[in-house]
């Protein structure tokens, strides 16, 4: 419960582009590892913009990036949509979504 109460909060770079925060770096790992082959998850490709909050985590993370990923996108596809016009995405049941995730995987 305490967990839950301190996530209402606001967070790192919350509508502050161009990088927008830690939020935005776990939302668009997902983004990554739901869109591409596994292949292009480390490659800069016209795809993945490494620049862009590059996946930097050792591949199990991204599994478990993808397997949250495929969470979002069943419930709200347009969170983990692939492209540029996705970034920042701060959607209410998106936060929701993402504090969903941390608290079923603490």
Known sequence: LLRWLVSL????????????GDFEAQRHWMEITWNLPIG???????????????????????YVSWACGWLCGALEPASVALGPSSRGYETATHKAL???TVLALN
């Open 9 to 20: 909060w606001g967070y790192s770079g919350q509508a502050s582009p161009p990088l927008f």
């Open 40 to 62: 292009d998850w480390y490659r800069q490709t016209p795809e993945n913009d490494l620049q862009y909050w590059g996946l930097d985590y050792p591949p199990l993370t991204a």
């Open 98 to 100: 993402m504090r969903f």
